[in-house]
């Protein structure tokens, strides 16, 4: 199976191996337990078993038209992390949060961005993970 970007999941398919870009991730209350030792932003894993479904409604964390559903049969796998430089947010400039030319049902964060520090290199759960702190 070849790999397929983030970008590319649509919901008529019903296997995929997708890496980078960024999809919003549903996890609905009651299965948070279950899975939330898998559960943080950053990470690479292997999902089975999960719905892929149209993202619509305000407030959304990214502009991707679908989301990955979380199912109490979907199963979760640590992987080997993808190579990819770092992701994270998608700045917007100042005048365009007061202008209306933002899409109102994304979710946006104003803040002012003080310091940035160097990748760090962390242990989490046993697992070595990239860290970098904002000071907003």
């Known amino acids: 199976m070849s790999i397929s970007a983030v970008v590319d999941v649509k919901p008529f398919k019903t296997m995929w191996k997708i890496k980078g870009g960024k999809i919003h991730v549903l996890v609905k209350r ?17 999902l089975i078993n999960f719905s892929v479904t149209h993202s619509c409604g305000t407030y959304r964390t990214t502009n991707h038209p679908y989301r990955i559903g979380f199912l109490s049969t979907t199963r979760v796998r640590s992987c080997e992390k993808f190579p990819e430089d770092l992701a994270g947010f998608e700045p917007v400039k100042y005048t365009e949060l007061f202008d209306g030319s933002l899409n109102p049902d994304y979710l946006i964060l104003s803040a002012r961005l003080f310091e940035i520090s160097d990748i760090e290199h ?12 904002l000071e907003l």
């Open 30 to 46: 009651e299965l948070v337990a279950q899975f939330s030792s898998f559960l943080g932003q950053g990470g690479s894993l292997m």
């Open 122 to 133: 962390v242990n989490v759960n046993g697992k070595e993970t990239e860290k970098i702190s």
